[in-house]
């Protein structure tokens, strides 16, 4: 039900958009986030944003470099990634919670398959 693309292998401090399309009735209940897991560890949270989207978190370490954003007419959020560095390499992950805007995984109802993203020094 959750479409992740945009992911590639780039250099460090280019950009990428990642967008996550939503095939759920009613997208505006859903709060949406994407997470991220890097080789060997666990999945972590990295931003989300509210039903109606102006309301927004990220993690410490991509504030200021990753903004989240959505089109509820289009059932899709995006997640542009600028000043990459090799440690946002990792499979991005995007999420529906219909309760909450957590961090954390285990509230999250809907996942979608990834989408890998590879920065190079």
């Known amino acids: 039900q959750l479409q992740a693309s945009g992911g590639g292998s780039v250099q460090a401090g280019d950009s990428l958009r990642l967008s996550c399309v939503a095939s759920v009735r009613t997208f505006t209940k859903y709060h949406v986030a994407w997470f991220r897991r890097a080789p060997g560890k666990e999945r972590k949270f990295v931003a989300v944003?509210?039903?109606?989207?102006?309301?927004?978190d990220y993690v410490d370490s991509v504030k200021d470099r990753f903004t989240i954003s959505r089109d509820n007419a289009k059932n899709t959020v995006y997640l542009q990634m600028d000043s990459l560095k090799p440690e946002d390499t990792a499979i991005y992950y995007c999420?529906?919670?219909?309760?909450?805007?957590?961090?954390?995984?285990?509230?999250?109802?809907?996942w979608g398959q990834g989408t890998q993203v590879t920065v190079s020094s």
């Open positions: 944003i509210s039903w109606t989207g102006t309301n927004t």
């Open positions: 999420a529906l919670d219909s309760s909450t805007m957590s961090r954390a995984v285990n509230n999250y109802e809907y």
